[in-house]
């Protein structure tokens, strides 16, 4: 399993429970802390995403020296960001049977980073240093503070110097998705291919991401995929009666579509 775009030592609270409900039901699962996590050595904001999906095939190939595990049956599920590695990986690597993409990132990154506030689209231009994007940054929240209370002004003012530091160390990775067309891998995956997505997700729409995945996989030739699209579940494949914020981590209850898997 791949998690998203943010390092978390042995997966994030949304992804940990799918891979432990898969476990219960006899389904290896490998589970890695990303680079710079944990005790993973390397800087995933420093990588590209050719490096991350080669991070994939390396798991991949380690569960075709396990015992427990029919080398014919590896698959990789990636969610959000990863669903532009996971395709990556599955188009380079022989080992990769079949490719499952929750929340997946499928369309140009320009169409999902034009949602984002000017100072932290700024993140994917490939000509500011990084003294110049801080400064954009800055500007963005400075701008941002004009429509928030008081109260919520001091809480985020405290905690900008800590989010402008990680959005520049998050640049390079950050180009190098704004420098990556996802429809270069997918229209040469022919392999079986299941994309779930929630009606509620806010991170990334699921019509504006689905519809470029099928025209890729047509284009593909692959007569063995799935699109899905589950009432009420949101980004983090959580249950929710009211769409969440983007962004948002606030606990919701614990349903994930492992039987769709």
């Known amino acids: 399993m791949s998690e998203g775009q943010r390092s978390s030592a042995l997966m994030s609270a949304s992804a940990s429970p799918c891979a432990d409900s898969l476990s219960r039901n006899g389904i290896v699962v490998l589970r890695v802390d990303d680079r710079g996590a944990g005790r993973s050595a390397g800087q995933k904001q420093l990588s590209s995403l050719p490096q991350l999906a080669g991070d994939l095939v390396a798991g991949v190939g380690f569960l075709t020296t396990r015992p427990e595990v029919n080398p014919k049956r590896i698959g990789i599920i990636g969610h959000s960001f990863a669903g532009l590695t996971a395709p990556i990986a599955a188009v380079r690597s022989n080992d990769v049977a079949f490719v499952i993409t929750l929340a997946g990132l499928m369309t140009d990154a320009r169409v999902n980073f034009e949602r984002l506030p000017a100072g932290l689209l700024a993140q994917s231009s490939p000509t500011l240093s990084s003294s110049e994007l801080e400064s954009r940054l800055r500007d963005a929240f400075t701008s941002a ?75 593909a030739a692959n007569a063995d995929f799935t699109v899905a699209t589950i009432p009420d579940i949101d980004h983090w494949m959580r249950v929710c009666t009211e769409p969440s914020e983007p962004g948002s981590h606030a606990p919701r209850c614990g349903f994930r579509p492992t039987s769709s898997i």
């Open 145 to 219: 503070m004009a429509s928030v209370s008081d109260q919520e002004r001091a809480s985020v003012q405290g905690a900008m110097a800590a989010i402008v530091s990680q959005c520049v160390k998050a640049a390079p990775l950050r180009r190098s998705q704004a420098l990556t067309d996802p429809g270069d891998a997918l229209r040469a995956l022919t392999k079986p291919f299941l994309a779930i997505h929630g009606a509620r997700d806010r991170d990334l729409d699921a019509a504006t991401n689905l519809g470029p995945l099928v025209r890729y996989l047509g284009k």
